[in-house]
C-alpha cells in the first residue's frame, strides 16, 4: 500500500508556483491576486478561507479576504461580485459555500465572470470541462487528478466508481475520468444515494473515489485487493474526550481499507491540502489568461 500524501505533493505544487512567482516580480510584472468572500461565520469556511489566505502570503500571491455578516442579503453579494467583476487588479476570486438561507447558490454562482472564477463551478466552465476545452478545473477534481498523475497511478482502461454526485466532486470527477487522455480514459460509473447494489458495484471498482460525506461508509469487505481508493469524504465528528471537541475523519474506514488498497488517501492530508493547492494553481492561469487578453 501506497500513502497518496496530499499533504507533501501540495507542498510541492505550492513551492513551484513560489518559483513561478519569483520570476514574475523579477520582470517586474503583476502578482496574482486571489480574493475570497465570507458570508458569515461557519467554522469550518473560516478555516478553510484562512488557510487559503496564509497559502497566498506563502507563495508571494496578493490575496483579499472580503468578510460579510450572516444577514448580507442577496443583492449585496451580488453587487459585491459584481465589483470583484469588475477590478482588474484581481484575478481570481472564491465565494465560500455553503450561502445562508437567504441567498440562491446558483444565483451567486452565474453571477461571477468565468475568467475570475477560480473555484471552476461557473457553468461556462463546466461546460468547457465536460468538452476537454481549456478552462478552470474545479479545485477538488483538478487536485485528485494531480495526485494519481504524480503517483504514476495508472487510470486507462480501469473501471472507476465515483460515490457521491454534487457538482463540485462527483459529477466533475466522473467526466474527467472518463476523458481521453491520462489520467483519465476509464471506464466510469457513477453512484448516489438511489443506486441499488452499491456494495456490488463498489466491489468491481479498480479506483474508488468516495465524496459522500457519510463517516467511514467504504468497508474493506466493499472494497477489491488492490484497489485504489480516494477519499474526498470530510466530517467532524463530535468527541467530548478531544480537546477540540471533535475529530475530523472520512468516508473511508481507513485502517481496514489500507490493508487493501494498492494506493490510499488519508484524511486528513490527502484531497483536502490539494483542493488549496490547485485554486492557487487556477489564479496563476487567470492571471495567464488576463495577461494574454491584455
Known amino acids: 500500500m501506497e500513502l497518496l500524501d496530499g499533504k507533501k505533493v501540495s507542498n510541492q505544487i505550492k513551492e513551484e508556483i513560489a518559483t513561478e512567482v519569483v520570476k514574475i516580480k523579477e520582470r517586474g510584472e503583476k502578482v496574482p491576486h486571489l480574493a475570497a468572500v465570507l458570508v458569515g461565520n461557519d467554522g469550518a469556511s473560516l478555516t478553510y478561507v484562512g488557510s487559503k489566505v496564509r ?8 490575496s483579499t479576504l472580503i468578510q460579510m455578516p450572516s444577514t448580507t442579503s442577496e443583492l449585496e453579494l451580488l453587487r459585491k461580485i459584481d465589483e470583484l467583476n469588475q477590478d482588474n487588479d484581481i484575478d481570481g476570486f472564491i465565494v465560500q459555500l455553503p450561502l445562508p438561507d437567504q441567498i440562491d447558490t446558483q444565483k451567486v454562482i452565474m453571477a461571477i465572470d468565468p475568467d ?19 478552462t478552470f478545473i474545479p479545485a477538488t477534481p483538478f487536485g485528485i487528478l494531480e495526485l494519481l498523475e504524480r503517483y504514476k497511478v495508472d487510470t486507462k482502461g480501469k473501471h472507476t466508481v465515483v460515490i457521491g454526485r454534487s ?22 460509473t457513477l453512484t448516489h444515494s438511489h443506486t441499488q ?3 456490488q458495484i463498489v466491489s468491481q471498482a479498480d479506483i474508488v473515489i468516495s465524496a459522500l460525506g457519510v463517516p467511514n461508509f467504504l468497508k474493506a469487505e466493499m472494497v477489491k485487493e488492490g484497489a485504489v481508493v480516494i477519499d474526498v469524504g470530510i466530517t467532524r465528528v463530535p468527541d467530548d ?39 492557487l494553481k487556477n489564479t496563476l492561469l487567470a492571471r495567464e489568461r488576463h495577461r494574454s487578453r491584455g
Open 167 to 188: 457538482h463540485i466532486v462527483g459529477r466533475p470527477m466522473s467526466i474527467l475520468m472518463s476523458r481521453k487522455g491520462w489520467p483519465g480514459n476509464s471506464t466510469v
Open 241 to 279: 474526550s478531544r480537546e477540540r471537541g471533535y475529530y475530523i475523519t472520512g468516508d473511508v474506514d481507513f485502517e481496514n481499507v489500507s490493508k487493501k488498497a494498492s494506493f490510499i488517501t488519508p484524511v486528513p492530508g490527502g484531497v483536502g491540502p490539494m483542493t488549496i493547492a490547485m485554486l
Open 55 to 62: 497559502s497566498c502570503k506563502k507563495i508571494g500571491f496578493e
Open 197 to 199: 447494489n452499491i456494495e
Open 116 to 134: 475570475k472564477d477560480v473555484d471552476g463551478f461557473h457553468p461556462t466552465n463546466f461546460g468547457k470541462m465536460a468538452l476537454d476545452m481549456s
